[in-house]
């Protein structure tokens, strides 16, 4: 299974405060970079789904 590093926004600068992505056989991997063993994988299409209701705010409600 191929490996990419991990990537974290550029608004991130020099922070160990934030979100890695990567991708990894087929799926996607997010972790929080300060808990870097604790790691969450989803498929692009369900990450995909996720981000169009954030950005539609449909989880506002939440806040």
Known sequence: MPNSDWQKSSYSASSNECVEVRSIGGLV???ESDEGHLILRTTPTA???????????????HA
Do not use: P, T, V
């Open 29 to 31: 991997e997010l972790r």
């Open 47 to 61: 990450l995909a789904a996720l981000l169009h209701g954030i950005k539609a705010g449909e989880f506002d409600h």
